[in-house]
């Protein structure tokens, strides 16, 4: 087909080279997509009403008071559907499962709620929704910013996608202000960093670095994965976007893979498209699962919150850990820089990976296992697991060091967890305090 008779036909039309899809769309629409039928809380109710009630789904039919699951990967056409295809509103009527279906459009709504954001996307994983996310905001030609110890997923599509689609990356220290500062260049688009780093819980300045993206005119997205809208809302501090691993927190019992993507309606819609071309779908059995887990996100939450600070401050003082990574050990942060840190706490045993290795061999409640958010406690070392493709050299300049643990402090009895950690650690030298 010639290029004349392609324009004829409107195939090229929305097709831009430039970044002018921050303005691309006109629409009114700013929230949603909802039905009649999806319950619409006030955004200032609190998060711990949101959770429970934001977006059900209110069946008109039977009057279940939950979301049923719509097990379909189609709907029945009517006027309404011809109309959305007409006016490309295809994101507002259920057609299709992929582009859209009532159960994504519950657990949408509740999160963007959680998150004081105006719409979601739901995607079949963390990291779905990272990659539909960096691709759309960015062109051929642009240059993204991001911190050195992403998630490792995160990192690798930074690393080799990126570049291999013409989109220059550069990696900085996310504490140093100057050197986010000193990366941006004429062609940034997006600066992506995570509010809690993974496994040793640096917290980079939201704020500061949502200045530094207005003023170069890029947008900041940030992973809200290990503090969850419960701890921190990234929107509130001048961030443009928020993506989540739902697989972590918001499922939160370790039975679902799953991410969100929050924000400005207009990037959504935008986010939602590409979702659609990559096949990110969130079935709607995940949904349903998704959207059971998230009601009791903040009850969840605060109890590991306080499960993580009691373990940490347990650690700190006994004598076989050499080192404790938690925002509040060692003055990393202020006390009550946001209302609590979530369930992670990474910590050195004395005498290395090999001790490391016993000391998690010896722990009777958590299992060992990666991964993190579930109800259940689980431990895993960074060194085999997430990092194990760095060198001894890379290892220790992220901060890695031998004997690293990290533990996913679930909502267990915290007394039974310290004396776990107690006897675990205490146990093959006798050393028991
Ligand atoms: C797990 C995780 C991801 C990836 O999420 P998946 O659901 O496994 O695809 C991204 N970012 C962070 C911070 C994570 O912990």
Redesign the pocket.
Known sequence: MSSERRSALGFEEGRTSEAVWFNELTRKRSTGPVSPQHRIMPRSASPDTLAVHAGTYEDPTTGSVGTPIFQTSTFKLNDDSYSAFSDGALRDVPIYTRYGNPGQWAVQEKVAALEGGESAVVTA????A?ASTVFTLTNKGSHIISGYDV?G??YNLLREDMPSCGRDVTFVDPLNIDAIKNAIRPETQVLLF?SLT?PLLKMPPIEAIAEIARSANALLVV?N??LTPINMRPLSLGADLVVH????YIGGHSDV???FVVGRRKFLDKIWAQTLRFGATADPLCCFLLERGAKTLPLRVERQNRNSAAIADFLSRHDQVTRVHYPTVNDEVEAGACQGYGGVVSFEVAGGDDRAFEVMRNLRIPYVAT??GGVESLVSMPSNTSHSSLTARQKALIGINPGLIRMAVGIESVDELIEDLDQALGRDNGVRR
């Open positions: 994983s963390g990291m779905s990272i998630y997923g995160t995570e993974n992973d994965t290990f691993s739902a697989t972590k893979t799953a991410g991964s993190l």
